[in-house]
């Protein structure tokens, strides 16, 4: 069998991209020996693990691989850490130097902060062998910076290749995630909990989907945490938890793939390019800028209003994306074979 080799924001407390490298694997592992960089092994894990912060590791890796794919994410961007660009950029980099075919799933790319930036991303990519981005933004980003369209592939998120067994039942919860972001303040996110406050009669629930996430929680003072559940989500609860919702209030891009996957209609705080596209691509219309948008309110009733049309959408949504995502893969399969 053939070697691939995965990388990605593996073992580094994100559920969401924790979701994206099981896709990979029940998509993959039969057809293919797996390898995985991780900052952490799984001690039940049937696939070798390099550690990815060991240059004698990755080194192991890329010789040992004969494939080697960049497994879903928003890897190549500036905005979190210029040091995690140039990382992510330098395996493509090596890859490419030890002779190795290069394939990047499930991709989404944002504006980077200087031309030298996309002079260099825009190289290296030409130099792949196929590119599959996940949103419409990333495909034009791509092309604004001259990577060939024949090496770019229009696609979908990787998580939709999970099917979750699961009881619907009557959502109970409000439930929202919040994350750290440039100009969000600690005063920003209690107007934010403030306004949500009462919006329906349904408990509220913080969900983390980064350990960053429960910091975050923490940090918040004591007489607004006891208004509110936290739950920290993780591959083991969310078939318990997520379901529960009857609507969702959300930044981070997986808790509205997760909305989507568990049909429940969402509000999204585009707090990045990617989160915008994704609703975009899906032709989902609640999306805010801010935390502090007077739209909230509105799209909530709204949403209440014609709750059963939004989630009959969205299950149409997660069919289309589904086989989207499933024909993408068998093609990528029959290519590296």
Wanted: charge should be positive.
């Amino acid at each position: 069998m053939k070697r691939v080799l995965l990388f990605g924001y593996y073992g580094e407390g994100n559920i969401g991209d924790e979701l994206l490298l099981k896709s990979l694997l029940l998509s993959l592992s039969t057809n293919f020996e797996i390898g995985v960089l991780s900052k952490k092994k799984d001690k039940n894990s049937n696939y070798k693990v390099f550690n990815k912060f060991s240059l004698l590791q990755v080194y192991k890796a890329l010789k040992w691989a004969e494939v080697v794919v960049a497994g879903g994410g928003g890897l190549f961007q500036d905005k979190t850490s210029l040091k995690s660009f140039f990382y992510y950029l330098s395996i493509v980099f090596f890859a490419l130097l030890f002779n190795k075919k290069i394939y990047l799933l499930g991709q989404s790319f944002s504006p980077l902060r200087n031309r030298i930036e996309e002079k260099l991303l825009g190289y290296i990519l030409t130099q792949c062998n196929k590119v599959y981005v996940r949103d419409s933004f990333s495909y034009n980003y791509l092309k604004k910076i001259n990577v060939p369209e024949e090496k770019i592939k229009l696609s979908t998120d990787l998580a939709f290749l999970l099917d979750f067994n699961y009881k619907k039942v009557e959502g109970k919860y409000m439930g929202f995630n919040l994350r750290r972001w440039r100009n969000y303040s600690l005063n920003d996110i209690y107007s934010f909990l403030t306004n949500l406050e009462g919006l329906i009669e349904k408990e509220m629930i913080f969900y983390a989907l980064h350990t960053e996430d429960k910091y975050l929680f923490d940090e918040l003072d004591n007489h607004i945490k006891s208004k509110i559940k936290f739950i920290e989500l993780t591959d083991d609860n969310i078939e318990e938890f997520f379901p529960m919702n009857i609507i969702f209030i959300g930044m981070r891009l997986h808790s509205h793939i997760l909305s989507v996957l568990f049909e429940i209609p969402f509000i999204a705080i585009s707090y990045d390019e990617k989160v915008k596209g994704f609703c975009e691509d899906i032709g989902w219309k609640f999306v805010v800028d801010e935390l502090s948008s007077n739209k909230i309110k509105d799209y909530v009733t709204e949403i209440l209003k014609n709750y059963d049309k939004y989630k009959e959408y969205l299950k149409k949504v997660k069919i289309m994306q589904k086989e989207k995502i499933m024909e993408d893969i068998d093609n990528f399969k029959k290519e590296i074979c």
